[in-house]
């Protein structure tokens, strides 16, 4: 039997996104959020509310995007409970800075998939980015050359129980294992 749930809906899973930014100095800046996703081929969204983040992409228009991972679970949580306004984030959790090939952002060693993206809009809260590059390490391609997300560890973000779980099982073949059923 269906019961209904009270509260706002928990949807998930959320991927953990690192986004990175540089401010007016060209420090390096991250931050946490789970409320996003891709919408298009080369397109991501993510919900965000005022952050050192937001502003420092309003200047340079552009933005990395990192998958947090199970190797760095504590200082992906560390990086959405504290403020780049008041801490330097970057120095406190050790991480390491390089600069993105391709846009004016940040690339993170510690994250293994990162997305180099430019700004297409940002209003009432929603940043639409266009993703203009992909840096991968290597240990999580295929020989084929495909992203392994579960080689990677990727976790997403559980809103039910606030939790952060790993991606990894594979369970079936998209676009393949509904033939059975035609």
Known sequence: MKKEVKGPMKFAPLPVLMIGT???NGKPNLMNAAWGGQCDTNEIFISLSSHKTTDNFAKTG???VAFATRDTVVESD????ESGRKVDKIARAGFHAVKSEKVNAPVFEEYPITMECQ???FDDGILLGKIVGTVVDEEVLTEDGKIDFAKAGIISFDPSFNAYR????CVGQAFKDGFKLK
């Open 78 to 81: 560390y990086f959405g409970i």
């Open 166 to 169: 790993v991606i990894g099982e």
């Open 119 to 121: 700004v297409v809009s």
């Open 22 to 24: 540089y401010d007016e």
């Open 62 to 64: 552009e933005f990395t």
